[in-house]
């Protein structure tokens, strides 16, 4: 019961006045009074990582529909300017002509008038399939599949990019059929789905890092041969593109002839000398061909060779100006050498890489898994060879251009036999001129005892 009367005026507290400061605590005591006219604070909430992850249909939707994009606007650009003659060509030629093109790069066979066109230009697979494999990194970041570890999320990636571009295939075919020109809906579909789930399997499992955990599973041995059989491989290509080049640039005035024969204009030529860049890869595989020996084929019933050159009627394109007229002279025999140096090149790094893995761990190299490695350099080497002979062939029509390019287990087997033996020969060839490896400085190795030596010797110094 209070005392105070009914009369008597309540007393304030003791903190309010006009000079009274808050003291901090409301009448509770269970925390700071909020200050007149001041917004409500709310207490942050914590962050729900599943609310910042797109769902996979809405992130591998605009990945693929981006890299469709970008690998269809310089196909439509390209030839667009092939068919800009002095009185020829529409936008809508250009766009249909661009659909088809774009087909033809990923491998889908075209149905013309004069047989079918498969001979795909590789520039635009390779184009494609980097905007694929970048599809495939920005799909599993963004549904939170990054360093997560797991094929499976890769897998689920890829099949969902593969299932959309294989759509966006088949309707590419059904917009591109007119006319004369015919594109199977089917076989596109098909074609783009496996295209665009392979390229997306390889950034998908990068970003994962299911590509880590997957190769920790495989046998020190298999790594190392598919390290160095792709570093081989890589080095006759670029050796053959090379050689396409310089014989490309010694025939220049015949190829400048062909483009000035067409006469469609500035626009006309450059787009014709566009397309003759497209197939600039095809041009440096069958050339890595030649210097492998089994050559290639312009039609059916030709051969190009170091050995033999048998060509008929060419159509004018400014790529084929640098096709040799004859077999090699005894100077051009030193191209033969190309390939094996390759692999002696391969098998040098294989060797140099083991050995200072095995100076850091201070272990020795042993010549099983050297050789071993080094005899897997020529298998996985022939097998990447092989599989761009086979892409980079195809046709152009039902006539004498029926067959273009070299024969793939030709390839394959010489590449594997000739990149094989030079890989074993540097790889033995530098662990034998190895010297041995020293410590580092300010460290002074200490020999290793075994275990019935482990026990100090008696009346020997106890080690500091």
């Known amino acids: 019961m209070s005392s105070r009367t009914p009369d008597q005026p309540r007393r304030p507290p003791a903190d309010v006045g006009p000079d009274a400061r808050p003291t901090g605590r409301t009448r509770s005591g269970r925390g700071p009074a909020p200050a007149v006219g001041s917004p409500r604070r709310v207490p942050?909430?914590?962050?729900?990582?599943?609310?910042?992850?797109?769902?996979?249909?809405?992130?591998?939707?605009?990945?693929?529909?981006?890299?469709?994009?970008?690998?269809?606007?310089?196909?439509?650009?390209?030839?667009?300017?092939?068919?800009?003659?002095?009185?020829?060509?529409?936008?809508?030629?250009?766009?249909?002509?661009?659909?088809?093109?774009?087909?033809?790069?990923?491998?889908?066979?075209?149905?013309?008038?004069?047989?079918?066109?498969?001979?795909?230009?590789?520039?635009?697979?390779?184009?494609?399939?980097?905007?694929?494999?970048?599809?495939?990194?920005?799909?599993?970041?963004?549904?939170?599949?990054?360093?997560?570890?797991?094929?499976?999320?890769?897998?689920?990636?890829?099949?969902?990019?593969?299932?959309?571009?294989?759509?966006?295939?088949?309707?590419?075919?059904?917009?591109?059929?007119?006319?004369?020109?015919?594109?199977?809906?089917?076989?596109?579909?098909?074609?783009?789905?496996?295209?665009?789930?392979?390229?997306?399997?390889?950034?998908?499992?990068?970003?994962?890092?299911?590509?880590?955990?997957?190769?920790?599973?495989?046998?020190?041995?298999?790594?190392?041969?598919?390290?160095?059989?792709?570093?081989?491989?890589?080095?006759?290509?670029?050796?053959?593109?090379?050689?396409a080049g310089l014989a490309v640039a010694t025939g220049g005035g015949e190829a400048s002839d062909m483009i000035s024969a067409y006469r469609t204009g500035v626009a006309g030529q450059a787009g014709i000398t566009l397309v003759s860049l497209a197939y600039a890869p095809n041009a440096a595989i069958w050339a890595a061909a030649y210097l492998l020996g089994p050559g290639f084929a312009i039609g059916t019933d030709t051969a190009v060779r170091t050995t033999e050159v048998s060509l008929g009627a060419l159509p004018a394109v400014p790529l084929l100006a640098g096709l040799p007229s004859g077999p090699v002279g005894p100077f051009g025999a030193v191209l033969l050498a190309v390939p094996l140096l390759a692999g002696m090149a391969a098998g040098w790094l294989l060797a140099r890489r083991l050995l200072r893995v095995a100076a850091d761990e201070r272990a020795t190299v042993g010549w099983t898994h050297l050789l071993g490695a080094a005899g897997g350099t020529g298998l996985v080497a022939g097998v990447l060879l092989g599989a761009a002979a086979v892409f980079s062939g195809g046709a152009l029509g039902d006539g004498?251009?029926?067959?273009?390019?070299?024969?793939?287990?030709?390839?394959?087997?010489?590449?594997?036999?000739?990149?094989?033996?030079?890989?074993?020969?540097?790889?033995?060839?530098?662990?034998?001129?190895?010297?041995?490896?020293?410590?580092?400085?300010?460290?002074?190795?200490?020999?290793?005892?075994?275990?019935?030596?482990?026990?100090?010797?008696?009346?020997?110094?106890?080690?500091?």
Do not use: C, N
């Open 400 to 464: 004498r251009l029926a067959q273009i390019g070299p024969v793939a287990w030709q390839v394959a087997a010489l590449a594997a036999l000739v990149i094989g033996v030079g890989a074993m020969i540097g790889a033995a060839a530098t662990r034998g001129l190895a010297r041995p490896a020293e410590p580092p400085a300010g460290r002074v190795p200490t020999p290793r005892r075994s275990s019935s030596s482990s026990a100090p010797h008696p009346g020997s110094a106890p080690q500091t």
């Open 44 to 243: 942050a909430r914590p962050a729900d990582p599943a609310r910042s992850r797109a769902p996979l249909a809405v992130a591998a939707g605009v990945a693929v529909g981006w890299a469709a994009i970008v690998s269809y606007l310089p196909v439509a650009v390209v030839l667009g300017l092939a068919q800009f003659t002095e009185g020829a060509g529409s936008l809508a030629g250009a766009l249909r002509a661009g659909l088809a093109g774009w087909l033809l790069g990923h491998g889908v066979p075209l149905t013309t008038p004069t047989g079918p066109l498969s001979l795909a230009p590789l520039a635009l697979a390779a184009l494609a399939a980097w905007r694929l494999a970048r599809a495939g990194v920005h799909t599993s970041r963004a549904i939170g599949a990054r360093r997560t570890g797991s094929p499976r999320k890769a897998l689920v990636v890829a099949g969902a990019i593969g299932l959309g571009y294989g759509l966006l295939g088949a309707l590419a075919a059904w917009l591109a059929s007119a006319g004369a020109l015919r594109v199977s809906p089917v076989r596109a579909g098909l074609t783009l789905a496996v295209f665009g789930a392979s390229a997306a399997l390889v950034g998908a499992l990068g970003t994962t890092g299911a590509l880590t955990v997957l190769a920790r599973r495989l046998p020190a041995v298999v790594r190392d041969a598919l390290r160095s059989g792709a570093v081989a491989a890589a080095l006759l290509l670029a050796a053959g593109a090379g050689a």
